[in-house]
């Protein structure tokens, strides 16, 4: 079964930074634009950034742009978001999965907590 696994998540500080990592189990997703969501406590899950199979097309919602960067090793399967000058309004549960995404690709995601 094809799975996505992210990680890197925890908890850091207002203006901190973290690096999050999605692992794919296959590498059928290494032809897949591939996109970063996240989701807040009471909030519905929103997009953060999306990256194209080559990696050179990237897109980030304006929430997010200057501050967070995504980046993909296709020889790896792995997919990253760089994030930095950490808010607290960025703590979230951040997932990934394909462009456009797919219900059997969600995983459990990873926490992301910025303290103020």
């Known amino acids: 079964q094809v799975q996505l696994v992210e990680s890197g998540g925890g908890l850091v500080q207002a203006g901190g930074s973290l690096r999050l990592s999605c692992a794919a189990s296959?590498?059928?997703?290494?032809?897949?634009?591939m996109v970063w969501f996240r989701q807040a406590p009471g909030k519905e899950r929103e997009f953060v950034a999306r990256?194209?199979?080559?990696?050179?097309?990237?897109d980030y919602a304006d929430s997010v742009k200057g501050r967070f960067t995504i980046s993909r090793d296709r020889a790896k399967n792995t997919m990253y978001l760089q994030m930095d000058s950490l808010k607290p309004e960025d703590t979230a549960v951040y997932y990934c999965n394909t462009d456009p995404p797919k219900i059997d690709y969600w995983g459990q995601g990873t926490q992301v907590t910025v303290s103020s």
């Open positions: 296959e590498r059928t997703f290494s032809s897949s634009s």
């Open positions: 990256i194209s199979w080559s990696g050179g097309r990237k």
